[in-house]
């Protein structure tokens, strides 16, 4: 963990960069759990000495931070990128919770929308995945009662699974070809052992018809599991074509110019909309080329997903 870290994006603290929340008060979480602050386990690790306890550690950063003055807040806003992104969804409520009802408090998650689909070889990778994290962790008591009431724990580690029953107003930032969903749950490594889709994986703007087709279906099933959370009005949704993951954080995709937009709106200028009540924002890109506002990652060919 570094030092110092530089806050960009919807953390900067200059108005040109990000007019919206610029003049908050901002902390950054340190994610040290491995399971989206949900581990509560007991028992030491006697091997490794890792203490499965992400619950704990959320109940103790958001009292201090109450001590801290966030009881005296106006506005609250939980925001995370990737598991900070499924933690902004599986908290979500738990954090309107700590707030006096006339506070504005909502919820952003960014790439936090991870899908139960199956790899290219058919199974069900993912899910055993998301299994094995809550078991470890012990997570089952720290998932939404809501979602476990119905599915097994591991499910509900699965926004698909509980989106539509939280209460509290969600805004849901993702890219509908994620590439680190495509790298890590369309074809991790064990399912392309081959390494047919080597060079797929790490340039979308490189990948073969065949492949393409597959990510089109990919971005289909994403799609269908957003649509099965309903359209609340106030539910927020910035779901855009591009081969990235993660863009709220990062200045380039957040607010600058070229920056990613849909509807002529910034991800920034669209969440501060949705946020502040100005106007509502649910909006989903056409499929891929489609779109020229995107900033595609493009992965070192050395690097692993």
């Given at each position: 963990m570094a030092k110092q870290i530089a806050f960009s994006g919807i953390l900067s603290n200059t108005p040109g960069y990000n007019p919206g929340f610029y003049n908050w008060n901002k902390v950054k979480v340190r994610y040290c759990d491995g399971a989206s602050f949900t581990g509560d386990v007991e028992q030491v690790d006697p091997a490794t000495k890792l203490h499965h306890r992400g619950a704990r550690v959320w109940q103790a950063v958001m009292e201090d931070l109450l001590t801290k003055g966030m009881n005296k807040a106006d506005n609250a806003l939980i925001s995370g990128c990737s598991a900070g992104g499924l933690t902004s969804i599986l908290h979500c409520d738990r954090f309107r919770d700590l707030f006096h009802q006339d506070v504005k408090v909502k919820c952003l998650s960014d790439a936090g929308f991870f899908i139960n689909e199956k790899d290219i070889a058919g199974v069900e990778y993912i899910a055993?995945?998301?299994?094995?994290?809550?078991?470890?962790?012990?997570?089952?008591?720290?998932?939404?009662?809501?979602?476990?009431?119905?599915?097994?724990?591991?499910?509900?580690?699965?926004?698909q699974n509980e989106v539509e029953q939280i209460q509290t107003p969600l805004f849901i930032l993702n890219a509908a070809y994620d590439s680190w969903q495509v790298r890590n749950i369309l074809v991790?490594?064990?399912?392309?052992?081959?390494?047919?889709?080597?060079?797929?994986?790490?340039?979308?703007?490189?990948?073969?018809?065949?492949?393409?087709?597959?990510?089109?279906?990919?971005?289909?099933?994403?799609?269908?599991?957003?649509?099965?959370?309903?359209?609340?009005?106030?539910?927020?949704?910035?779901?855009?074509?591009?081969?990235?993951?993660?863009?709220?954080?990062?200045?380039?995709?957040?607010?600058?110019?070229?920056?990613?937009?849909?509807?002529?709106?910034?991800?920034?200028?669209?969440?501060?909309?949705?946020?502040?009540?100005?106007?509502?924002?649910?909006?989903?890109?056409?499929?891929?080329?489609?779109?020229?506002?995107?900033?595609?990652?493009?992965?070192?060919?050395?690097?692993?997903?």
């Open positions: 055993a995945f998301f299994n094995d994290v809550v078991a470890t962790h012990g997570s089952a008591e720290n998932l939404p009662s809501s979602c476990t009431s119905r599915l097994p724990p591991s499910m509900c580690f699965f926004p991790p490594g064990v399912a392309d052992s081959h390494g047919n889709w080597h060079i797929c994986k790490h340039n979308i703007d490189e990948c073969p018809a065949p492949q393409l087709q597959i990510l089109q279906g990919f971005r289909d099933d994403f799609l269908k599991a957003l649509e099965e959370q309903g359209t609340s009005s106030t539910r927020g949704l910035f779901i855009n074509s591009c081969f990235v993951h993660c863009q709220s954080e990062m200045q380039e995709t957040w607010f600058a110019s070229g920056s990613p937009m849909l509807g002529n709106k910034t991800i920034a200028d669209a969440v501060g909309d949705w946020f502040y009540d100005r106007s509502p924002f649910q909006k989903i890109d056409c499929p891929y080329p489609c779109d020229s506002t995107c900033h595609n990652r493009i992965y070192e060919v050395s690097s692993e997903a």
